[in-house]
């Protein structure tokens, strides 16, 4: 890696390398939120160190069993957030296209969901 990379990227970097190699022949490489081309933030693909640390890595963290997206409330409780301020929620929410949710929803209903033994 560049050692002129600030370290910040570097560590988004090594994330996202981490979440591909874990996901690499499952199949599930487009329900991860990060660095993901379908999922834009003020046009660019996000990162928040926070949500990683919690466990937040897959659309499907942001669904309730029901494949409901979490409201905002709900969704600090259940990862214990305390830096995530709504903006950024819904920022991602609605970044996330139709296709993506859809296919999310069919992995919940199918009870094929990536678990933590998976990262």
């Known amino acids: 890696m ?3 990379l600030p370290r ?6 090594l994330f996202f390398d981490e979440l591909k190699n ?3 022949n ?9 660095n993901n ?3 834009l ?7 928040f160190q926070e949500w990683f640390s919690k466990g ?8 309730d069993n ?3 997206i979490l409201s905002f409330v709900d969704f600090k409780s259940k990862y214990h957030l305390r830096k995530t301020n709504f903006l950024h929620f819904y920022q991602v929410i609605s970044a996330i296209p139709h296709h993506l949710l859809v296919k999310a929803r069919e992995m919940i209903f199918s009870g094929n969901v990536p678990g933590d033994e998976d990262f």
């Open 37 to 39: 081309k379908e999922i």
């Open 22 to 24: 874990q996901y690499g």
């Open 66 to 68: 029901q494949g409901n």
């Open 56 to 63: 937040i890595k897959m659309i499907t963290d942001l669904l």
């Open 41 to 47: 933030v003020e046009p660019k693909p996000f990162f």
């Open 26 to 34: 499952k199949g599930h490489q487009d329900m991860i939120l990060y």
């Open 2 to 4: 560049d050692e002129y």
């Open 8 to 13: 910040f990227y570097k560590d988004i970097l």
